[in-house]
């Protein structure tokens, strides 16, 4: 499926190191000393040599023994506490119309998960690793099924590491609980198959493809001219074989350029001419939306099956793990220790291309990879704007923009070359 930042549903409790709020109740009053005694006038009864002195006891002549009356502003008082009482429970439990969005936990990509490997590698040998690679969350409450309250986005607006906007900003309005946690599992299954693809062909695998249309952006060159079904067969009279291939022969294209683009349509060959859009990051866009169905390669000879890889994660959903999964893919399957024992934190979104895409929730991100002791952090190119000024303390961040640099990055940090990695700035 398309690479989409979905937002991200509610998964865990915030931030574990942020220190709880205290709710501002204090022991207060006591017993006045006034009240204690009351003698009646002067002390009556006292001996000239200074002997005790004799106090009117409850039910003596003279005691005063009516009880002083309650005045009409204390009982106003009392009224007025016991309804902010009944008032500030009621706004602790009620939802408020805010998305709040903490540090979620960590996961390493080279470690486990409930006792089972996060990747596991079939059709290949693997190696093992010392470092760790840690895959970044967000938890957000706010969403359809996890209302934030009142208290909720008090704490968020007093910890810098929390986000608080306003519900629609975050969450589509018509929503529903299932449906957002299908959107979210549908992205994370789509981020390990394009880290793979990717992972394979940064190790030098070829990876086919059948890369079939499943629709075309409005208003883009291919916008009622492909059909959902077609099978793209060529780009200017090349065979086309693979995701990869067909993004790289697009970057080498001026935008506004009119392709021939070949695709077989119910059994039959045809040519359509496209005019491409614009890409960022440079060269043309289709504007076609890809299904691509891979068929991974047989990487060992001595075990003569294709590759197999999955990759067993519970409670996190969406994309933005591609690159740490296509990290953690690539560690496993080469002999070198590409970390040598370093904690390097991750995110961004990955295409079958190898290319590094933005997320949301960098800087909450951020705090989550420091808080559970990474010293690096590999972010997106396309972040670095929200990254610079909210880096902690402790924590180096290296712009990423591809599958190569991050894994460049990596390496250059496990051998303690680091000089000239590129920073956000």
Known sequence: MPDENLPAHARTSGYPSRAAASDGAEARGGVAGDDLTRAAGQHDGSSAAGGPVAVDAPGAPGADDDPTPVSPRNVTLSVAMLGTAVLLGGLVVLPAPYAVSSPGPTRDTLGEQSGTPLISIEGAETFPATGELLLTTVSTTGGPGYPSNVVDVLRGWWDPLTAVRPVEEVFPPDVSQDSLKEQNQAAMVSSQENATVAALEELGHEVPATL??????????????????????????????????????????????????????????????????????????????????????VIDPEIGEPVEVTIQIEDIGGPSAGTMFALGIIDRLTPEDE????????????????????????????????????????????????????????LRVVSVATLHDAREAVVAIGAGETDDLPACS
Request: glycine share 18%; hydrophobic share 35%; net charge negative.
């Open 212 to 297: 079939s249309v499943a629709g075309a952006e409005e208003g883009s060159g291919s916008d009622g001219v492909v059909e959902e079904g077609d099978v793209l067969a060529s780009l200017d009279g090349t065979t086309l074989t693979s995701f990869t291939q067909l993004t790289d022969l697009l970057r080498e294209i001026e935008p506004g350029t009119t392709v021939r683009l070949g695709v077989v349509r119910a059994d039959e060959d045809r040519e359509l001419e496209i005019v491409t859009g614009e890409r960022e990051g440079g060269g043309s866009r289709l504007g076609v939306l890809v299904d691509p169905q891979f068929e991974l390669p």
């Open 339 to 394: 970390a040598q024992g370093a904690v390097i934190a991750g995110t961004g979104t990955m295409d079958a291309s190898g290319e590094v895409g933005p997320i949301g929730g960098i800087q909450q991100k951020l705090g989550g990879a420091v808080r559970d002791g990474a010293t690096w952090f590999l972010a997106p190119e396309g972040n670095c704007d929200e990254v610079v000024g909210h880096v902690p303390d402790g």
